[in-house]
């Protein structure tokens, strides 16, 4: 079985790394350009074209695969290298280019997609996030035959993880990065033997997990502290739930919904010892949330206790979106 990958992020690397160490042979790498990153603004490969070239796999790095798009030069010497390349199968998993009829054709045994959510539920580009900010009690990978619609192609494989109370968008990416290695090392393994089982998604329980947006980080305290807290871990690492406090914007990291009430309004810092946390007014009162980790700007992550030492707080000031 020789594979074709298309992958950018970490998360497409680990699935990467999982078909690579499988014995698997991979003829040719597709990853997105080189990006700009770090402090410096300098070019970045890929975590997946980082991977490829320690591999000794060939890489490309089209920006476009659309014969009648913007670059159709570019994406017809893509198609030829697709074509060119001696492969049964793609695999792609968090590419960031819309893959055309026109390539997913060209494989024999079609374009597989490593996705991550519980299809039909958060098709599109942030299905961890919106899982989380949703209260979703479970997530987990799906295995798709690709087809032009976004993330609608028929299911050869289907598991579930629970979403904890504590869970980050960082820390389920991490989770649902290994099943998905897993889980395509065992497609490959079936499709070496016989053509897979589809099964057509359902048409109830679509929804779609739109691409996350740094003004979403706001928070909203007028919003509950169960809202918040999942705003909270859905946007760690990135784009990191935020507020105002006296002109100076504030990192959330970490909290939880408190016991209780309040009398003041949203925002309010209700107690600002630090002892077990910053306690903040929600909902105009009606719930509060215990922050437990934050960072203000130039600064590093800390827990409450460190944070209020170079950052004093307290009770009465208020926190605005």
């Known amino acids: 079985m020789k594979v074709i990958f298309a992958g950018t992020p970490e998360f497409a690397a680990v699935a990467l790394k999982a078909i690579i160490d499988a014995g698997y042979e991979v003829t040719l ?9 770090g402090r410096g603004m300098q070019l970045q490969a890929s975590a997946v074209k980082q991977l490829a070239l320690a591999h000794q796999i060939p890489v490309a ?3 476009s695969l ?12 893509a198609h030829e290298l ?28 079609g374009c597989i997609n490593i996705h991550g959510s519980l299809l039909p539920r958060w098709r599109g580009a942030a299905p961890i996030h919106r899982a989380i900010e949703a209260g979703d009690a479970e997530t987990g990978i799906t295995i798709m035959q690709m087809e032009e619609g976004l993330d609608t192609g028929p299911m050869l494989m289907r598991r579930a993880i629970p979403i904890t ?11 649902l990065a290994t099943l998905g290695g897993e889980m395509i090392v065992e497609t490959l393994g079936q499709l070496t033997v016989a053509p897979m089982q589809a099964t057509t998604q359902p048409e109830d329980g679509v929804c779609y997990a739109a691409k996350i947006s740094k003004e979403e980080a706001a928070i909203n305290f007028d919003a509950s502290a169960t ?27 970490r909290a939880e919904v408190a016991k209780g009430d309040s ?54 000031q208020v926190f605005q979106s």
Not at 66 to 77: F, I, M, N, S
């Open 29 to 37: 790498v597709l990853t997105q350009p080189d990006r700009p990153a």
């Open 61 to 63: 790095q089209p920006i």
């Open 66 to 77: 659309r014969l009648d798009g913007k670059y159709p030069e570019v994406a017809q010497e």
């Open 227 to 253: 809202e918040i807290d999942r705003k909270i871990r859905a946007f760690n690492p990135f784009p990191a739930a935020h507020a105002n406090i006296d002109g100076t914007i504030i990192k959330f990291w």
């Open 165 to 175: 109370a504590t869970d980050t968008t960082a820390s389920l990416h991490d989770q």
């Open 263 to 316: 009398q003041l309004p949203s925002g309010s810092i209700i107690d600002a010892s630090g002892q077990q946390g910053i306690f903040i007014s929600c909902e105009g009162g009606k719930s509060v949330l215990r922050v437990l980790e934050l960072q203000k700007p130039g600064g590093k992550r800390l827990a409450v206790q460190d944070f209020l030492q170079g950052f004093p707080l307290k009770a009465g």
């Open 82 to 109: 697709l074509r060119n390349t001696p492969h049964d199968v793609m695999v792609v998993a968090a590419y960031g280019l819309i893959l055309p009829q026109s390539c997913l054709s060209i494989p024999r045994l």
